[in-house]
Nanobody, 118 residues
Framework: QVQLVESGGGLVQPGGSLRLSCAASGRTFSINTMGWFRQTPGKEREFVARISTSGGNRVYANSVKGRFTISRDNAKNTVYLQMNSLKPEDTAVYYC???????????WGQGTQVTVSS
C-alpha cells in the first residue's frame, strides 16, 4: 500500500502562483510514474501532468503547458506541481496520482482545493 498526502492548495488571484506537494509513504520503493489530475464539479477528472521515475520525462496537458512545472524528489518520495500564471479556469480539486510496479491501478491522494479568483 501507498499513502499519499497532498498540500499547498488555497485561494490565489489570477496571475498568481501556488506550489502543490504530494508526499508518499508506505511501499514507496515500488513507485514509478507520479502525476497530477484535477476535477471540477460535474466534470470528469482530467490529466494535468506526469513525471517519470527518473524525472527525465515530463508530460503536460495543453491547457497548462508553459505555466505549470512538475518535479519530484525521490529521496523524499514527493512530487510537486509549481503552478504559475494561474487562471480562473484552473480552479479545481487537484489530485496526486502514483503508479507502482506492484499494482495495476494507481493510488490517489485525497485532493487539495485550488481556487483562482479576484
Amino acid at each position: 500500500q501507498v499513502q499519499l498526502v497532498e498540500s499547498g492548495g488555497g485561494l490565489v488571484q489570477p496571475g498568481g502562483s501556488l506550489r502543490l506537494s504530494c508526499a508518499a509513504s508506505g511501499r514507496t520503493f515500488s513507485i514509478n510514474t507520479m502525476g497530477w489530475f484535477r476535477q471540477t464539479p460535474g466534470k470528469e477528472r482530467e490529466f494535468v501532468a506526469r513525471i517519470s521515475t527518473s524525472g527525465g520525462n515530463r508530460v503536460y496537458a495543453n491547457s497548462v503547458k508553459g505555466r505549470f512545472t512538475i518535479s519530484r524528489d525521490n529521496a523524499k518520495n514527493t512530487v510537486y506541481l509549481q503552478m504559475n500564471s494561474l487562471k480562473p479556469e484552473d480552479t479545481a480539486v487537484y489530485y496526486c496520482n502514483v503508479h507502482t510496479d506492484t499494482t495495476t491501478s494507481p493510488y490517489w491522494g485525497q485532493g487539495t482545493q485550488v481556487t483562482v479568483s479576484s
